[in-house]
């Protein structure tokens, strides 16, 4: 399962909306790799 992050965003819901896509674009870079390390562990 994948692990979960407690994010406090402090903002309208426009700027909370817009920071969460970028926090998942971050994450999608960072987990190109991780993906198929994850599926070769299953």
Not at 2 to 23: H, P, Q, S, Y
Not at 30 to 36: A, F, G, K, P
Request: proline share 0%.
């Amino acid at each position: 399962m994948k692990e979960r992050k407690n994010i406090f965003i402090r903002g309208t819901m426009d700027e909370v909306i817009a920071k969460l896509k970028e926090l998942a674009e971050k994450e999608k870079s960072l987990n190109i790799t991780t993906d198929s390390d994850q599926a070769n562990q299953r």
